[in-house]
């Protein structure tokens, strides 16, 4: 399903969601803000707002950016087709973003207009790119029953209290003790009621937005064991660490189609047994100007890796079709697809040439592509 549809959500609640994306980034160093420092040439709050984008059932996605960064943000939204993002002002710090944030649904001040209020808002960092559908649709069933919830971490390493004098006090049992991640959900009312009864102290200290809704509304969370790729982006090394499991997510699965010519169809169908025991590979074999659901549901699977068998002579369309459907489907808004067309010329005039007006019509297809995140590359096979 694609963006801007509506499903229904987990529980039949409506919801949205509020990014805050205001930090500067101290710790990672430099002058551009972490959420906006580029991984794979795409800003990391971009890859954070398409998460939350591609669930169908969120309404609508606040992102919420320093005073400062307001343009730059509007940029990204314009540049990447973001769908459904309210961008706010923030505050001076996180938890004054977020009220901020929330502000949007109950109060005119912070917005051209109100946006209609959720039964449950689920809050996540700008700078946490890897988040998926379950665990969001965990945190907000959770949330609906128990008024807030949050996901949650083993610690990695003992936590340790200190003296006055440097020396250790004490140290928690570990296992005792989890690390709180995001995303995090609520009821609108529980957070929003909690936000407005905090003091100045919580806005410009705390950090934890469980804690309030339990000080504040008597509301006990319930912590769900997230997964692993659920970190922050904090320091330097954890953008490179970004970029590649990026890199190694997209390398992973390639789909092979050939059109149903029999020669086509074993050339595609030979092709994976070589593949296959380094990616996942989906085969199929189907004339890419016919709508199939088949394709299609690999398509919104997200699989961003493609190569398309087909007779030289049919091959420019048969390609252009399934750019078509990459198109429509939005998914190269997130990440390159890769498209590899190979030509099979099964003709008796052996000759490996491709009329000029071919290769041009190639060339200028695949430079036009490129703009739109569709990397296009020809290979020409000659059967004898």
């Not at 592509?369 to 296009?376: A, R």
Request: hydrophobic fraction near 40%; charge should be neutral; include cysteine.
């Amino acid at each position: 399903m694609e963006p801007g549809s509506r499903a229904a959500a987990p529980g039949g609640v409506s919801v949205s969601a509020v990014l805050p994306a205001g930090g500067s980034g101290e710790r990672l160093g430099g002058a551009t803000p972490k959420q906006f420092c580029a991984v794979q040439g795409r800003p990391l709050v971009s890859y954070a707002v398409r998460a939350m984008e591609r669930i169908s059932w969120i309404s609508d996605i606040i992102v919420v950016v320093s005073p400062e960064n307001i343009e730059t943000m509007k940029t990204i939204i314009e540049k990447y087709g973001h769908k459904k993002v309210t961008v706010v002002e923030g505050g001076i710090t996180r938890h004054r973003s977020i009220f901020n944030g929330l502000k949007v649904f109950a109060e005119n001040e912070f917005s051209s207009h109100l946006l209609q209020k959720p039964e449950v808002v689920i809050i996540h960092d700008a700078v946490r790119p890897f988040v998926e559908e379950d665990i969001v649709s965990k945190v907000v069933m959770a949330a609906k029953e128990h008024g807030a919830a949050g996901a949650i971490r083993p610690l990695v390493s003992t936590v340790i209290a200190a003296s006055a004098d440097g020396c250790l006090d004490h140290s928690l049992e570990r296992a005792r003790y989890r690390a709180s991640e995001m995303p995090q959900a609520f009821l609108f009312d529980v957070i929003y009621g909690a936000y407005q009864q905090c003091t100045d102290y919580d806005l410009d200290y705390g950090t934890e937005c469980l804690h309030l809704a339990l000080k504040y509304c008597k509301t006990n969370a319930k912590l769900v064991e997230g997964t692993a790729d659920l970190w922050k982006v904090t320091y330097k090394r954890d953008l490179c660490a970004a970029e590649s499991i990026i890199k190694d997510n997209l390398s992973q699965q390639v789909c092979v189609i050939t059109n149903v010519k029999e020669t086509l169809a074993q050339v595609g169908f030979l092709l994976p047994e070589s593949l296959k025991s380094q990616i996942k590979v989906e085969t199929i074999s189907v004339s890419l100007r016919k709508n199939d659901s088949h394709l299609q549901n690999i398509i919104s699977g997200q699989c961003y890796n493609f190569v398309c068998v087909n007779d030289k002579r049919c091959a420019i369309q048969e390609v252009q079709a399934l750019v078509g459907m990459l198109e429509k489907s939005n998914i190269p808004l997130l990440y390159p697809v890769v498209l590899i067309s190979v030509h099979l010329d099964v003709s008796e005039n052996n000759s490996f040439s491709i009329g000029m007006e071919d290769l041009t019509t190639i060339k200028k297809f695949a430079r036009e592509t490129k703009k739109k995140n569709i990397l296009v590359y020809g290979l020409l096979i000659q059967c004898k």
